[in-house]
């Protein structure tokens, strides 16, 4: 399974500090950013579970940040 959200993130750094939390709050999923484009991708998959977009949500809020699903 594989979602992707808009973001507000757009430094490296803060990047990696999200994936930095997702990873250690969700083992099972793949997270990476494409900060390039235009909506700062996040890109989130895992073929074990279901992707628990709301939380994912939550968790870049909760850093100052900003997502939504597409």
């Known amino acids: 399974m594989i979602e992707v959200f808009a973001t507000n993130i757009t430094t490296e750094g803060k990047a990696k500090k999200v994936l930095t939390q997702i990873e250690e709050a969700f083992p099972d999923y793949i997270a990476n ?38």
């Open 33 to 70: 950013f494409d900060l390039e484009d235009c909506d700062k991708i996040l890109r989130i998959e895992t073929h074990k579970t279901i992707i628990d977009t709301k939380s994912i949500i939550r968790l870049v809020n909760e850093m100052n940040g900003q997502a939504s699903l597409l």
